[in-house]
């Protein structure tokens, strides 16, 4: 069974960092690209950052770019996301998803909420 | 970037109704488009992938449809556990980007 756990959430001062992870199961996690999409309360899903199989290659979306690192340990069986300089903004829940065949998000963990603010 | 746009936002269905959502994209996505369910607390559910093909165990009873611009997801017979809010999203090309959401309701 494909399992997909976050981690790391929490309360944060604007300016702050945090790093979440994401801990995956059930599958080869080495053989899947992977992702970080985001829910503001009450809001819409929004796409921050996907990287490839072997984290050679990254994509972040323009309002995190520069400020947040997406990066795994394939021998860990663990995705991260390193969040630097956090804003109000960027209060959400997070969820990791594992890439599909066409880009599409097959499997989701439950989530981790990050709340910035003072 | 490429927009998605759902219509109607929101929507007011029976059990046993029929219901159609549209989406739209701001230019040709062929057919990378996906559709999911999300109930509140929890994670969204992938449902309809490459705009037509059926995700593993999802009921019959979801369906979608369309290529290039126009898209629908339609429930041919509305269940109590369909009443959830659904995204459209589109793979086409980085960044992936969602539709705002259509909200089910119980009418």
């Known amino acids: 069974e494909v399992q997909l756990v976050e981690s790391g959430g929490g309360l944060v001062q604007p300016g702050g960092s945090l790093r979440l992870s994401c801990a995956a199961s059930?599958?080869?996690?080495?053989?899947?690209?992977m992702h970080w999409v985001r829910q503001a309360p009450g809001k819409g899903l929004v796409w921050v950052s996907r990287?490839?199989?072997?984290?050679?290659?990254?994509s972040y979306a323009d309002s995190v770019k520069g400020r947040f690192t997406i990066s795994r340990d394939n021998a860990k069986n663990t995705l991260y996301l390193q969040m630097n300089s956090l804003r109000a903004e960027d209060t959400a829940v997070y969820y990791c998803?594992?890439?599909?065949?066409?880009?599409?998000?097959?499997?989701w963990g439950q989530g981790t909420l990050v709340t910035v603010s003072s | 970037d490429i927009q998605m746009t759902q219509s109607p936002s929101s929507l007011s269905a029976s059990v046993g109704d029929r219901v159609t959502i549209t989406c739209r994209a701001s230019?040709?996505?062929?057919?990378?488009l996906n559709w999911y369910q999300q109930k509140p607390g929890k994670a969204p559910k992938l449902l309809i992938y490459?705009?037509?093909s059926l995700q593993s165990g999802v009921p019959s009873r979801f369906s979608g449809s369309g290529s290039g611009t126009d898209f629908t997801l339609t429930i041919s017979s509305l269940q109590p556990e369909d009443f959830a809010t659904y995204y459209c999203?589109?793979?086409?090309?980085?960044?992936?980007?969602f539709g705002q959401g259509t909200r089910l309701e119980i009418k």
């Open positions: 998803a594992r890439d599909g065949p066409v880009e599409d998000l097959d499997y």
């Open positions: 059930g599958f080869t996690f080495s053989s899947y690209w």
């Open positions: 990287i490839n199989s072997d984290g050679s290659s990254t």
């Open positions: 230019q040709s996505i062929s057919s990378y």
């Open positions: 490459a705009a037509s």
């Open positions: 999203q589109q793979s086409y090309s980085t960044p992936v980007t």
